[in-house]
């Protein structure tokens, strides 16, 4: 199985401090993902002064500020971006962020190895045209949206120039956290099957048994959010994994791979050695002398299996012994 490409979602979990950025940086390098998220916006190219907050946000923040005077104060300026960038590289882990405007997608454009389109933007056609007009690889996220949305939003990908092999579509549920009956994870393949792209899952549960469970279930990409602290007030920390969580699910996506193997069914090195312990051979049930007949009162099947496999049971019953036997000995091919 190939390596999976794990991508630490930090997201808006700096609120707004740099120094919490790098501090959520290093976490994901020590974790040993591939990549680290952030996210890059203007609140004011991102939502109305009137929007509200989702319902998790109300509930995890707990100011009353409006949504934009919440996005407002966890942007990143561009010279934090600079910054994280810098320090991305320093500590060993690269650097990606998720563009929610059209700005913000101009900025990215060389500081970035592939674009994430999140689930919020699906629908978004001239946001996807953008995007797609860059010819860089697209992660594409699709929760909230249906089979016909996500084929939709693929399409447009397509037309726009963005070769098949190079977009990556990770099913998700924007719900924070999402509960376990409503992460149909079988949705993923349904996307593969249909779509034929590599497929991914973008996690919002509580804890790390999904996303594993999506490499298992073949996701070549998996998103999760982190957090220093899940008590820490912000949007997202609530469904975020913490520091040693995030270093459990990694070690476990990384043992997966080891464990999906090439699908060859075969006695492993590591078992060979324990075949002739394990397996039985036919032996003598009693004593035989050299022209009795074998029969099934006089041979019995036991350990170890060095000898003659008891699948030739039928082909050695009634062929005579060619020697003297004592109880336990093997016996010999005729």
């Known amino acids: 199985m190939s390596k ?48 509200k907050k989702a319902a998790y946000q109300q509930t995890n923040t ?9 996005l407002r104060k966890l942007e990143l300026s561009e010279s934090a971006h600079f910054d994280l960038i810098d320090y991305c590289e320093k500590v060993g882990v690269k650097f990606l962020s998720t563009a929610f405007d059209f700005d913000s997608i101009e900025f990215l454009k060389n500081k970035i190895d592939f674009y994430k389109i999140p689930s919020g933007e699906i629908n978004n056609l001239p946001y996807l045209e953008k995007v797609a007009a860059l010819k860089l690889p697209i992660v594409m996220s699709t929760g909230m949206a249906d089979m016909a949305e996500v084929e939709a939003a693929f399409n447009v990908l397509l037309q726009n120039g963005i070769p098949k092999e190079t977009i990556k579509i990770l099913h998700c549920n924007t719900e924070y956290p999402t509960p376990m009956e409503d992460v149909n ?7 593969q099957q249909k779509l034929g792209v590599e497929v991914g899952y973008s996690d919002h549960t509580l804890g790390i048994e999904i996303p594993i469970a999506a490499v298992a279930l073949g996701a070549t990409v998996i998103e999760k959010h982190f957090t220093l602290d ?11 994994l913490e520091p040693q969580q995030l ?3 990694v070690a476990a996506i990384r043992n997966i791979e080891k464990a999906m193997g090439n699908g060859i069914k075969t006695p492993s090195a590591s078992e060979q050695k324990n075949i002739a312990v394990a397996r039985k051979s036919i032996v003598a049930g009693q004593v035989i002398k050299k022209g009795d007949s074998f029969t099934a009162i006089n041979l019995s099947v036991k350990r170890p299996g060095t000898g003659l496999s008891p699948m030739k049971w039928h082909q050695i019953i009634g062929e ?10 093997l016996i010999k091919e005729q």
Do not use: C, W
């Open 4 to 51: 999976t490409l794990i991508i630490a979602e930090a997201g808006v979990n700096h609120n707004g401090d740099i120094e919490i950025a790098k501090e959520l940086i290093d976490v994901a390098a020590k974790a040993g993902v591939d990549y680290v998220k952030f996210q890059t916006f203007k609140a004011a190219q991102l939502v109305n002064k009137a929007a």
């Open 62 to 70: 707990k100011n009353k500020d409006s949504q934009f005077e919440m």
């Open 185 to 191: 994870l079988n949705a993923m393949l349904s996307i």
């Open 230 to 240: 899940r008590n820490m007030e912000g949007p997202d920390h609530k469904a975020s």
């Open 247 to 249: 270093m459990d699910m």
């Open 320 to 329: 005579k012994a060619t020697q003297d036997y004592q109880i336990d000995d």
